[in-house]
């Protein structure tokens, strides 16, 4: 009920907006020297008010200060700037120079959820088009809508824009042109709009709307309503011209007015007060004055428009234009074609904006427009003060007050009507202005026993002082200061001081305007704020009661405040302020504040509201509010209700159970031992979570305060109901309502008394208790008594009228106990869930019991004969097969409906409870399962929670997705997972649960967690058995593996462990869809980048290249490669499953017929049934992975190859650091045919391929071979034993090339006998077919050796230069012409040289040319072998 500033928006991109602006000015000498002028200046921050002492307003309370960081150093830029706001707040403009950027509105959602304004660039540029023209003036000017549907929001806002060269332009949102004109030679001074406002009295002169523009001797004027459909149409055309791509025909010049302001030596600022019309009494007197005794007067007095300009020499001018003495004037343009312009002006369909065609037109010339001469305009009286220059005038909303700001720091309050001051302030230099307008309240003044007396609206003058960063706000006309806050020295105070133009009496019927008076903009942070202002603030009559009203409510605020006073204290001065408050709503507010204060105990709120409904209720009753009546009733029933629970949990009274019967009891543990286990086992995990902080006033056990307890319940009449809130509310209140009693502490039967009595619905209470129970799991298990309580609380609120409806029809579900249900199935505490679910189900089958013999009471028959009770119970059984005779005497038969096994099996409710006992057994398993902790060294997260709810929508694929995000976490291979699944399928076998292995199973604690971990999943997939199937959980892990590698393309592992998963399903159906899916989703595209990047490059790409076309380091890439070419081998595979056989990659190769039948194999293979358990049946929500699986299309096997064979190319360019373009290997077939839906039918390449394309394939292929050799060789030198799928794999894709497979056989055995391979060169050596050419190859690479050996040794032996000498010439001359420096490894045995020799000479025919040389080699071989 005070002043208080509200921020409403944000300025966002300041910093964006300033460099903008700025760009051209990196050292501005003028921010320096307004810095040296403030250093200079004196402080005076601490000026305050000599009219009112106390006026510094609590600054805690009503106040809002802003910490002056290093952003508002600078800060200051915003005043070198020429800043406007549209009233509607939806649009700034912020101009410098020649520069503008326009900041729209937009709405967005904070951290918290909710939805704030903020303004954005929307537009930013240069708007002068004049060489050395800057802007000097802006205004937003919002335009109404003409739409019947509208309801006060504009329909745009057009930007009016005033230059140093005289120009006057209208911008619309966008920044584009829509008028220009130039109205006066002489600089813009000042921008002003005056918008219609619907008159508060019948005497009021109604004011028409107007566009006012300054210049340093000039004042123009142009009607609101011809502007208005002047920018329309303007609008409009621009719209069109854009729509159909034409030039924008410039439209004719505004209608306006121009007035030569004369008698001031200078004039700064004005304001266009609007047209006014003297009373008779001063009409006399003005004639008298100016013509004398004989003067004339007319009959009635002229309308006069009142304009009032400052500046110097007078300080303050008065004019008056009389209607009618000027016509408004038109350019030179316009005169020409006014004939042709007689209604075109304001008529949209008549086109005026097209009257010349462009044909007609002519060619533009660059002259100035002429500009008409003004009317001279005297000034009729003013303020005179020589020293004394105005500097800013600020008119108020009703027009009959206006401030003035000067030089020497005052700000003077004008009255219009008058032309005289009356108010001045001192010590405002530089100071900013606005007004705000208060209405007063609707039930005031409307319910005084006479006739309703119109509204009151009050006035509040603003002052930003920037030299003191302080905002205040003044009453008038001579009202104290009501508001005063601590802000920047920096902000700039917005007054637009008009609304929407295009409004009048007839379209502004029902609309409500939403426009900001004043708003303080904080270049600092970027705030936008608004002053709010109540309208008790103007009532400075001392004798007001509301102002002493609110006297006192300020005074109970102080007192609360304070946390050094005594609670009797407290209660004596709350009690006494209360009762002094004379108006409801006051005091209502009173009592509110005093409710909500955490500092007074409950006893002294309750005492003050006992005796505040006691003076009440000593009242009239027709005088008291009854409102007021009613809060403090329900209140002080609340607190006694507080009082009653408390006094209960502190007497420390035991619970006494006397609503559980010894076979009920006896269920409950039946049924928790056999849950026990699995209890145990959770219990273990979730109390060895990680810590985490809290504070105690969150924590459970925390007394509730009485102010918590109050604001989450309401009364109403006799009924009180619990409010709705978070959950966390409703736990703490909970608890603090039934926790006593499930720990045993409080008197349970008590307790439920006191809370029946108060008339709080069963329904709340059971939610309250099912809350704290589900809420506080932890607890829970470690009270074992407490599942006895549980049941005795249940039982006790079941007995409560209103909670099982006596006319429920027991086979019909009962909303009771589906309350239970609703709230265990939506639960992530499976642990306490379940406990309440077993709980419920036997308090609901007692329950059922009692109900039935209730009813069945109404069913006894009496016989006397025991012949006829025989009958009759024959009857009976035949029609019921739950009726049977209770008890036989030779006298009396009793029969009674007894509901035993019978009655249970068809009774829906006892249904619906075991299949949610079931289900919650599952999901406790299967959540003891989620909180194994994952081990050390992986990616922890969060454990992930769930509930049957949670499982029931999340499809019939949720229980395996979140196994597979489990084995995920736990970082676990493929192959370990296949270990633990094996030990499912032996403990099915043999009907015996999973034992993990003991004695040297568990050499390691790794191997005990891990034993766990597996006991715990088989013990989940025994009790899924259909959701966990093999399948669907290894599809289920291979996309989760591959989602996760899509997040982190740099795990390559994870891509690879996927695959790994896809090979173990086995079913055909799901491998295929799967492998599709994730060629589609995940695959192709970063596939297509690799090989469009190998190609640009020509080579192994670098590891910047690859991260930043593809996404991934080269070593990620690499191994991204690889796993493409197992996933497409995959595809191939599956694709040919046929009758129970599958053909290898190789068969396929060598068998092309393979292919052909490839495309009808997985037909033949029935597709697998996906079912699930029968309780889970319900499950509805998005399809699982497997079932997408089965829907999707068949793939084409060629195009799949083609793929197959590019992604080998690919990996083995990568793996080998290899120059290749792997693209240009294909013709253009087959470079169209890649990156294609694999299930689409492409041209593929047949027939032979171009040799010129063999021939490049050929020479990869051997590089690819001698690469591999390489790393072999390293391989036998270092620890490792190298990869040997290479060669086979090359062989492969020779047959796929058109490449001869034994030339790369030849090639490979060259480069192992070249590395000093020899056995596996021999291996090889055997499946080579043309022997002579390999002959020839290694007689060459055997020359190399001996030549080595015999003459490129550094130490020559005696004996190899006399064997040198014995040899033939020509073998010495061969010997002496072979490079041994081509061998990669020419230190070879002797031993491996001989036996190369002698397999020379077994592959050679006789009559070979080179047999010969082969001999002599051997001899020569031997012979060192014999020196040696």
Not at 246 to 271: F, R
Not at 839 to 859: D, F, G, Q, S, Y
Not at 1010 to 1035: G, H, I, K, T, Y
């Amino acid at each position: 009920m005070s002043c208080c500033l509200l921020e409403f928006c944000r300025v966002q991109e300041l910093k964006a907006v300033r460099e903008f602006l700025f760009q051209n000015q990196q050292n501005n000498p003028s921010l320096e020297d307004k810095k040296t002028e403030n250093e200079l200046a004196w402080d005076d921050s601490d000026w305050g008010s000599w009219d009112n002492p106390e006026a510094k307003e609590d600054s805690s309370g009503t106040t809002t200060g802003v910490e002056e960081d290093s952003a508002a150093v600078s800060a200051p830029w915003l005043q070198d700037c020429v800043v406007s706001l549209s009233p509607c707040s939806d649009l700034m403009v912020v101009a410098k120079d020649h520069k503008a950027v326009f900041l729209s509105a937009k709405w967005r959602t904070d951290d918290g959820g909710r939805e704030e304004m903020t303004l954005a660039v929307s537009w930013s540029g240069t708007l002068s088009t004049e060489e050395g023209e800057s802007v000097s003036s802006v205004i937003c000017i919002p335009l109404a809508s003409q739409k019947r549907s509208s309801t006060g929001r504009p329909d745009w806002t057009c930007i009016v824009v005033g230059f140093s060269s005289g120009y006057v332009r209208f911008y619309t949102e966008s920044g584009v042109l829509l008028l220009a004109q130039l109205l006066n030679e002489d600089p813009v001074l000042r921008l002003k709009c005056r918008t219609y406002e619907i008159p508060r009295h019948p005497g009021v002169t109604e004011q028409h709307e107007e566009l006012s523009i300054l210049y340093p001797a000039a004042l123009v004027t142009i009607d609101g309503f011809s502007l208005f459909q002047s920018l329309r149409a303007c609008r409009n055309q621009v719209a069109r011209a854009a729509a159909a791509g034409s030039e924008v025909v410039h439209p004719p010049p505004l209608a306006y007015k121009k007035w030569g302001l004369q008698d001031m030596d200078t004039i700064v600022d004005h304001s266009s007060v609007g047209i006014m019309t003297l009373c008779v009494f001063d009409q006399m007197k003005n004639a008298s004055i100016l013509g004398g005794f004989h003067a004339s007067v007319k009959g009635s007095p002229p309308a006069m428009s009142q304009y009032i300009t400052v500046g110097g020499g007078p300080y303050t001018g008065f004019y008056y234009a009389i209607e009618g003495s000027s016509q408004p004037l038109l350019s030179h343009v316009a005169l020409a074609v006014a004939s042709k312009l007689t209604s075109a002006l304001f008529s949209a369909a008549s086109g005026w904006l097209g009257w010349k065609k462009q044909s007609e037109e002519e060619p533009p010339q660059k002259q100035k427009p002429k500009v008409e001469p003004a009317t001279p305009l005297a000034v009729r009286f003013g303020l005179p003060d020589s020293r004394r220059h105005g500097e800013f005038i600020c008119l108020s909303p009703c027009n009959t007050l206006a401030g003035v700001t000067d030089d020497f720091g005052r700000v003077t309050l004008l009255d219009v009507g008058r032309g005289i001051a009356i108010r001045m302030w001192k010590g405002y230099r530089d100071a900013q202005l606005g007004w705000v307008q208060v209405s007063e309240g609707r039930g005031e003044r409307e319910s005084s026993p006479s006739a309703p007396l119109p509204r009151r609206h009050a006035q509040f003058l603003v002052i930003y002082a920037p030299r003191r960063g302080i905002l205040e706000v003044w009453g008038t006309q001579q009202g104290p200061r009501v508001g005063a806050f601590t802000v920047g020295k920096h902000c700039r105070l917005l007054y637009a001081g008009y609304r929407l133009m295009g409004v009048n009496s007839v379209t502004s019927q029902g609309w409500l305007l939403h426009t900001q008076q004043v708003c303080l903009f904080d270049p600092a942070t970027g705030a936008l704020r608004t002053v709010t202002v109540p309208f008790h603030l103007a009532l400075s009559d001392k004798k007001s009661e509301r102002a002493k009203d609110m006297h006192l409510l300020k005074r109970l605020t102080t007192l609360l405040k304070s946390r050094e006073v005594e609670p009797d204290i407290l209660e004596s001065e709350a009690q006494s302020v209360l009762l002094d408050i004379k108006h409801p709503a006051v005091k209502k507010q009173a009592l509110e504040s005093l409710l909500a204060n955490k500092n007074a105990p409950v006893s002294c709120l309750t005492n003050i509201t006992r005796v505040l409904l006691a003076s009440l209720k000593g009242q009239d009753p027709e005088a008291v509010d009854e409102v007021l009546f009613q809060m403090c009733s329900s209140q002080l029933k609340l607190l006694q209700l507080y009082t009653d629970i408390q006094q209960l949990h502190s007497t420390g009274e035991a619970t006494t159970d006397t609503h559980t019967e010894p076979m009920e009891v006896a269920g409950i543990e039946e049924e928790l031992a056999r849950v026990s286990p699995t209890l145990q086992r959770y219990a273990e995990l979730t109390s060895g979570s990680h810590p985490s902080v809290s504070f105690a006033q969150d924590s459970p056990d925390a007394s509730l305060p009485v102010q918590s307890f109050l604001s989450q319940m309401e009364c109403e009449g006799e009924e009180i109901r619990v409010v709705p809130g978070p959950n966390a509310d409703w736990t703490q209140l909970g608890s603090f309502l039934f926790w006593g009693c499930l720990t045993g502490e409080s008197p349970l039967q008590k307790v439920c008394n006191t809370l029946q009595k108060t008339g709080i619905s069963p329904q709340q209470l059971l939610s309250l208790l099912l809350s704290v129970w589900l809420h506080r799991e932890k607890e829970v298990l470690k009270k074992t008594e407490a599942v006895r309580h549980l049941h005795t609380l249940l039982t006790a609120l079941s007995s409560m009228k209103g909670a099982v409806e006596e006319s429920w029809d027991m086979q019909c579900v009962s909303p009771w106990w589906q309350q239970v249900r609703s709230a265990c199935v939506q639960s992530h505490s499976s642990a306490a869930a379940l406990l309440a679910a077993i709980v419920a189900h036997r308090a609901a089958k007692a329950n059922i019991t009692i109900l039935a013999e209730t009813k069945v009471t109404h069913h006894t028959h009496t016989y006397n004969h025991l012949d006829m009770a025989k009958k009759r119970v024959n009857t009976h059984t035949l029609a019921h097969t739950h009726l049977y005779v209770c008890f036989v005497t030779d006298s009396l038969c009793v029969c009674v409906y007894q509901f035993q096994s019978e009655w249970e099996a068809v009774s829906l409710e006892l249904e619906q409870w075991a299949v949610c006992v079931r289900q919650l057994e599952d999901v406790l398993s299967l959540q003891t399962l989620l909180c194994v902790p994952p081990p050390q060294g992986t990616p922890g997260s969060a454990t992930p929670h769930c509930s049957v709810k949670a499982l029931l929508e999340g499809g019939r694929g949720g229980i395996a997705d979140s196994v597979a995000k489990w084995v995920f976490r736990q970082d676990l291979a493929p192959e370990r997972l296949k270990d633990m699944l094996q030990r499912r399928g032996e403990a099915e076998s043999t009907g015996q649960p999973s034992q993990p292995e003991q004695g040297e199973g568990e050499k390691s604690q790794e191997d005990a967690d891990f034993n766990r971990a597996a006991e715990l999943l088989v013990s989940v997939c025994q009790r899924f058995p259909d959701s966990l199937s093999p399948d669907l959980l290894f599809a289920h892990c291979c996309w989760e593996y591959v989602v996760q590698w899509n997040k982190d393309p740099e795990e390559g592992r994870y891509l690879c462990w996927a695959v790994e998963h896809l090979k173990l399903v086995s079913s055909p159906h799901i491998q295929l869809g799967i492998s599709s899916m994730m060629w589609n989703t995940f695959i192709v595209k970063c596939f297509s980048a690799a090989a469009f990047l190998i190609e640009k490059v020509g080579k192994a790409p670098k590891d910047r290249l690859c991260r930043r076309d593809v996404g991934m380091g080269d070593c990620a890439m690499t191994s991204f490669l690889g796993s493409c070419v197992q996933l497409l081998q995959i595809l191939m595979e599956v694709r040919i499953k046929k009758d129970g056989w599958m053909h290898t990659v190789g068969q396929i190769k060598m068998f092309p017929c393979a292919a052909a039948q490839a495309d009808s194999g997985v037909e033949e293979v029935t597709p697998p049934e996906l079912c699930v358990e029968e309780v889970w049946g319900g499950a509805e929500g998005p399809a699982s992975i497997a079932e997408l699986a089965l829907e999707q299309k068949g793939v084409h096997y060629p195009l799949v190859q083609h793929h197959y064979l590019l992604a080998s190319l690919l990996h083995t360019a990568m793996t080998f650091s290899l120059r290749v373009k792997p693209l240009s290997l294909f013709d253009s077939k087959g470079k169209n045919a890649f990156f294609r839906e694999l299930s689409s039918i492409q041209l593929m390449p047949s027939g032979d391929m171009d040799p010129g394309l063999v021939s490049l394939r050929q020479e990869f292929l051997l590089r690819v071979l001698t690469g591999w050799v390489t790393t072999q060789r390293e391989a036998v030198e270092g620890p490792g034993s190298g990869d040997k799928t290479w060669p086979s794999l090359c062989l492969d894709l020779g047959l796929l090339l058109q490449v001869n497979p034994d030339l790369l056989r030849r090639h490979l055995v060259c480069e192992l006998y070249n590395q000093g391979l020899d056995p596996r060169a021999e291996q090889v050596m055997f499946e080579v077919e043309d022997k002579d050419v390999l002959g020839s190859q290694l007689l060459v690479l055997t020359g190399q050796r001996l030549s080595y050996s015999l003459l490129h040794t550094q130490t020559q032996t005696r004996p190899a230069m006399e064997l040198l000498a014995r040899l033939p010439p020509t073998l010495c001359t061969w010997l002496k012409a072979m490079d041994p420096s081509e061998l990669g490894c020419p230190s070879v045995p002797l031993s491996q040289t001989s036996r190369l020799v002698s397999r020379l000479i077994e592959i050679l025919p006789e009559n070979h040319g080179q047999y010969s040389l082969a001999l002599h080699l051997l001899e020569a071989v031997e012979a060192l072998q014999g020196e040696d």
